[in-house]
Nanobody, 123 residues
Framework: QVQLVESGGGLVQAGGSLRLSCAAS????????VGWYRQAPGKQRDLVAA???????NIADSVKDRFTISRNNAKNTFYLQMNSLKPEDTAVYYC?????????????????WGQGTQVTVSS
């Protein structure tokens, strides 16, 4: 089991910055990928950024050059630094962690979610 606790959302003006944090606890050693997703009202939850073991990153085109994903292994925490925010970045942001699982049918993955944090960008 993995538990995730998010912090750092809020209201910011367009052009501003925010940093989201996600503290992980539990079976941390089994986590192979961490990421951030967002969901605007009436829309599906989409990937914003992901960071895999070996520091491979996957950043959505809509936020490339503005958002950065990183982690601090000593603190068991990962972050989403958001710069040059736009009103269209307004959404609930969720952190996620993928845990490696091994069972009778082989290796798999289980995803855990944070509670979500609201980010609102005013124009």
């Amino acid at each position: 089991q993995v538990q995730l606790v998010e912090s750092g959302g809020g209201l910011v003006q367009a052009g501003g910055s925010l940093r989201l944090s996600c503290a992980a606890s539990g079976n941390i050693i089994s986590i192979h990928t961490v990421g951030w997703y967002r969901q605007a009202p009436g829309k599906q939850r989409d990937l914003v950024a992901a960071l895999a073991y070996g520091d491979t990153t996957n950043i959505a085109d809509s936020v490339k050059d503005r958002f950065t994903i990183s982690r601090n292994n000593a603190k068991n925490t990962f972050y989403l630094q958001m710069n040059s925010l736009k009103p269209e970045d307004t959404a609930v942001y969720y952190c996620a962690a993928d845990e490696l699982t091994v069972g009778p049918l082989g290796a798999g993955s289980k995803r855990y979610w944070g509670q979500g944090t609201q980010v609102t960008v005013s124009s």
